[in-house]
């Protein structure tokens, strides 16, 4: 399957696979999905992300699980401050959610 907006670039973000021109990781968008944001969320917090970019990093995602899933997990092994904040926001939503939902 083909990926147009799906690249790699020496030199950016490592070479990991990233959407577009955007210096946003694949992997990146897809542990934000995995954590809970929604695409709307997605879309507000990254003006120049789309739902379509958004979808293809979803079926890159299905046909490269592994990769993907090696990068999350090496991130999550060494996170940067950026991403811990990120991760610790975006559990708190999570678990404001649900005890909204409980209510």
Avoid: W
Wanted: glycine content about 4%.
């Amino acid at each position: 399957m083909s990926y147009p907006t799906i690249t790699r670039i020496p030199g950016v973000c490592g070479g990991k696979p990233i959407v577009g021109n955007q210096r946003m990781p694949v992997h990146e968008v897809i542990c934000r999905l995995q954590l809970g944001s929604t695409e709307s969320e997605l879309l507000e917090s990254f003006p120049t992300l789309r739902a379509e970019h958004i979808a293809e990093c979803l079926a890159y995602y299905e046909e490269h699980r592994d990769e993907i899933e090696k990068l999350i997990a090496a991130d999550e092994a060494s996170p940067n401050a950026e991403q811990l904040a990120m991760i610790e926001a975006l559990r708190a939503r999570n678990e404001e959610l649900r005890r909204t939902a409980a209510s």
